[in-house]
């Protein structure tokens, strides 16, 4: 317990030590006005403008801004499709690998594109190295940077007057060019340094101590993995994902992946703050979100050291705790804390099976996705929590008696409407389809746990599709035409409506005339606020999703107890 | 139109530009690591990666963990039994009562839990020391080393934390019987 708590502590601190100054980098890096920065990357993002044919960079309002970014993710996924479908037949296939099926080509292309990552496929048989490259690397920056220019955007809005909100290829390729790749590449290299491979080889094989011939998969990995977390995407390389002894060979790597897909989605609440030139609105979402974060993280660490209660009433030791798909270099510490975080931020790598996760801990994965916002995934994370904090205002507003205002601006029902679509879609998206796939053979078949963890499964899949995490309980057979288009129907759901709701929403407040601010103002920058929100997105999450989880990991937990 | 060649250039800068040079680069600074961190034997021949974990069925060795695909390199992966399955229950109470018969007078709560459970990967190439200390009766009897001979190769193979805070203590099955062979050859 002590050496545990002093992990978690240490990576907290880290987290502050790069949060911070990243915070002040992203402000700069997306300013409206002329910065040092430019200096350095104007002429490689000049390039760039040239030979994409990108002539104006003028600011746009919110429905040129939404509809640019429709078209370039719109491109991406159609190209992503047909060279997935044709990989088999393009260079770097040193393992002979087919081309994909129909299906789930579909299903791959959406879920990198909407920085979910849901992976049908195992990566050491299912991908070349190119479209490792090409198509998964590539997908993981665009889809982070997507996402961050939304929230810079959104930012923008509320920090602002005027009738525009930012020009959509300015803050995607600023995303990539100034944030994701200089990052990416230092990422990279350390992880190398600590033993992840980088090389164009798919494989060698050798001879084992027993003399037994081992084939062991390799490739572009570090370049892969430090991408995969810090655009909040998941991936990964090989099919058991961070567990894999390549992607993450020891604590170390753990930690910087740990640190890589926290450190955006925290330094945007502070950004915010910075942004909105009210640095304790920022500092009160951070500080609401970790609340709740550390909280569960003690309920998924706690279960877990407590071992498999099944296990354990056969006299097994627990003194390890469940150890069952995890590994040792890791132990339940930083496998608790993997988990915990990866679907806080909405990353969906992992570092061990959430399928065999004891019930009580595998609440913490389902409970984090379905609440969606507690640091959330890049950009997107900030818009849903965003949502939470202005739906908070409404309520107090609704409370008190008074037209609620958030930063200044009156909070009127076009928003509330917006807002309320955005929030009801992600419940419609999860549990809609999960009864449909109960309903059916298409669906039920592909559960390999029987009783209530069967259940579980299904519930995950469209939970971790809907919140665009990527995570799955992976003993779900869910490579087939159902799954595969069911699935990416849901992360496209997921995805966009919110994207394009919240743009609507900062359209619209950027256009208002600020109204000045009374001692009858309701603040959202105290404690008080602070506790709302919390109040709001707990109470939002329990009443829609409690009874789906008592079906699930609820009731298996009653019955192995 | 103008999505498109955007797409385009993204291919060629992220998706082909920074792979690429990010494999120069490590292949540059870093050639052991890039590689996959091969262990050479005397003839220069690779016989494993220090991070992937190798099969061993043989009584002489030490075992690793349960690993449902072989530790076969080029797959991954794990049964994902839920911890209500049955299976994964009866699985676990074989594998117990396998090592308990070869050390008498111990019960089912003394067996360290990690090598009788699958791990996640189904490559870890680690086991915890109390593991591996549990295996080494059986290693003696078949090797015909001293229980002390085999508990100092032991403490020279377990790596502590990180820093000493992070991760945790583990041995490393492949370089631990890497020495045993050597040890095993010289008593021969």
């Known amino acids: ?561 | 139109m103008k999505g498109i060649r955007l797409a385009v250039v993204m291919i060629v800068v992220l998706g082909l530009g920074y792979p690429l040079a990010m494999t120069g680069i490590s292949q540059l600074i870093f050639p052991h690591q890039a590689n996959g961190s091969m262990v050479y034997n005397d003839q220069k021949q690779a016989i494993g990666s220090e991070l992937i974990g190798q099969s061993f069925e043989g009584p002489q060795y030490f075992h690793g963990r349960i690993s449902s695909i072989k530790y076969d390199g080029a797959a991954s992966g794990t049964p994902n039994y839920a911890p209500s399955n049955e299976e994964m229950i009866k699985r676990t109470k074989e594998e117990a009562d396998k090592w308990l018969a070869q050390n008498p007078g111990k019960s089912v709560g003394d067996v360290p839990l990690d090598l009788i459970t699958n791990s996640g990967s189904g490559l870890d190439p680690h086991i915890s020391p109390e593991a591996a200390r549990f295996q080494i009766p059986a290693v003696a009897k078949a090797t015909g080393l001293s229980n002390q001979q085999l508990e100092d190769l032991l403490k020279k193979h377990v790596e502590g934390r990180a820093l000493g805070v992070f991760g945790e203590p583990r041995v490393n099955v492949f370089k631990l019987n890497l020495d045993l062979h050597k040890l095993i050859q010289a008593k021969a």
């Open chain 1, 1 to 561: 317990m002590g050496n545990a708590t002093l992990q978690f502590l240490l990576i907290l601190i880290l987290l502050f030590v790069i949060a911070i100054p990243l915070a002040k980098y992203l402000q700069l890096a997306f300013s409206r006005e002329e910065t040092k920065l430019d200096r350095f990357f104007a002429p490689f993002e000049k390039f760039i403008y040239r030979v994409a044919g990108i002539q104006s960079r003028e600011e746009t309002g919110w429905k040129k801004y939404a509809l640019s970014l429709i078209l370039a993710n719109a491109a991406l996924l159609g190209i992503s499709y047909v060279v997935l479908r044709v990989q088999n037949f393009l260079p770097l296939n040193p393992g002979k690998i087919s081309n994909m099926e129909s299906t789930l080509s579909f299903n791959t292309a959406i879920s990198f594109m909407t920085n979910t990552d849901l992976q049908h496929y195992s990566g050491e048989s299912g991908l070349t190295i190119l479209t490792q490259m090409i198509f998964v690397t590539m997908m993981m920056f665009t889809s982070a940077a997507t996402g961050l220019a939304v929230a810079i955007a959104v930012i923008r809005a509320l920090s602002s007057k005027g009738k525009t909100i930012g020009n959509f290829y300015q803050d995607y390729i600023r995303a990539n060019v100034r944030v994701l790749l200089p990052l990416s590449v230092i990422l990279t290299i350390l992880l190398v340094a600590f033993g992840v491979p980088q090389t164009l080889d798919a494989s060698t094989t050798i001879t084992t101590l027993e003399g037994k011939a081992q084939t062991i998969a390799m490739g572009p990995v570090a370049s892969l993995e430090s991408i995969k977390h810090i655009g909040t995407n998941g991936g990964g390389f090989f099919g058991v994902n961070s567990a894999h002894p390549f992607e993450n060979p020891n604590a170390i790597t753990n930690i910087l992946q740990i640190l890589a897909m926290w450190c955006i989605p925290a330094a945007l609440l502070i950004t915010y703050g910075l942004m909105v030139k009210n640095r304790k609105q920022g500092w009160v979402l951070f500080g609401s979100m970790m609340a709740i974060f550390l909280i569960v993280l003690t309920v998924i660490y706690c279960a877990e050291q407590a071992g498999n209660p099944a296990l354990n009433k056969l006299g097994f030791s627990s003194a390890q705790g469940s150890m069952e798909g995890k590994e040792v270099r890791f132990g339940i510490p930083l496998s608790s804390f993997f988990t915990a975080l990866t679907t806080a931020a909405t990353t969906g790598t992992v570092n061990n099976m959430h399928d065999t996760l004891t019930p009580i801990g595998s609440l913490v994965p389902f409970g984090l996705m379905m609440l969606n916002n507690v640091f959330g995934g890049e950009g997107t994370g900030f818009v849903n929590l965003l949502m939470y904090a202005i739906l908070a205002v409404f309520l107090a507003g609704l409370m008190v008696g008074r037209t609620p205002e958030f930063l200044g601006r009156k909070i009127e029902p076009r928003e509330m409407k917006l807002i309320v679509i955005a929030l009801l879609i992600h419940p419609l998206i999860i549990l809609g389809p999960s009864a449909i796939a109960f309903m059916t053979h298409l669906g039920t078949d592909a559960i390999s746990n029987g009783g209530f963890h069967g259940i579980s499964q299904v519930i995950y899949e469209f939970t971790s599709a809907g919140a665009n995490n990527g995570s799955g309980f992976e003993g779900l057979g869910d490579n087939t035409p159902f799954w595969n288009i069911s699935t990416g129907i849901v992360m496209i759901l997921g995805r966009y409506i919110s994207i394009i709701a919240l743009l609507a929403v900062a359209g619209s407040l950027t256009q208002k005339q600020p109204v000045p601010e009374t001692i009858g103002t309701f603040r959202t920058d105290n404690a008080t606020f602070g506790a709302i929100l919390i109040g709001t997105v707990l109470i939002i999450g329990a009443l829609t999703f409690f009874p789906v989880l008592v079906l699930g990991p609820i009731a298996e937990f009653l019955s192995i107890r």
